[in-house]
């Protein structure tokens, strides 16, 4: 497994002024329900953040295995968000498709990461993968765990 930085974020409470990117971000979703969560519900990556798992996994050399984003214990709100490299899906993994991506989510995480958003950042600064997930109450101001 190849770990991946994060940025978490809550979802935005209104709309912003930023200019939109230039595709939506879709998914091809398993038709799957359970605790918490429906057949409607997803987890949508940005075509900009499509292309750069694309990338990392090829400088990585983990081409063609798929995105694992998860939630894990720990950090100062509670929990920290997962994203890693994984070769396969497992057994309880619900699986989203993404053009050539593939995100793995575990059952038993699809009710606090529901229609999250896996989107991509690029500034003077740094640049890397950021979470909008609704299900969120609020993040850290690590950047690095959020609440539920």
């Given amino acids: 497994m190849t770990e991946i930085q994060t940025d978490s974020a809550a979802a935005p409470e209104a709309p912003t002024s930023e200019a939109p990117t230039s595709e939506a ?6 038709a799957s329900e359970g605790p918490g969560y429906g057949p409607e519900d997803s987890i949508l990556v940005s075509p900009e953040a499509v292309e750069n798992i694309v990338e990392l996994a090829a400088e990585y050399g983990d081409e063609g295995w798929g995105l694992r984003y998860g939630i894990t214990g720990g950090g100062c709100s509670g ?8 070769e396969a ?15 793995f989510v575990k059952k038993e995480h699809m009710a ?5 958003v896996i989107g991509w950042k690029e500034d003077m600064m740094a640049a890397g993968f ?13 950047g690095a765990s959020v609440d539920f």
């Avoid at 929990?79 to 994984?86: D, H, I, V």
């Fill in 130 to 142: 950021e979470i909008e997930n609704p299900q969120a109450k609020r993040p850290c101001g690590c």
């Fill in 25 to 30: 971000p879709t998914s091809e979703a398993p």
């Fill in 79 to 86: 929990y920290k968000y997962q994203l890693e490299f994984e």
């Fill in 112 to 116: 606090k990461l529901k229609n999250s």
């Fill in 89 to 103: 899906p497992e057994d309880d993994d619900l699986v989203f498709r993404h053009g050539p991506v593939q995100v």
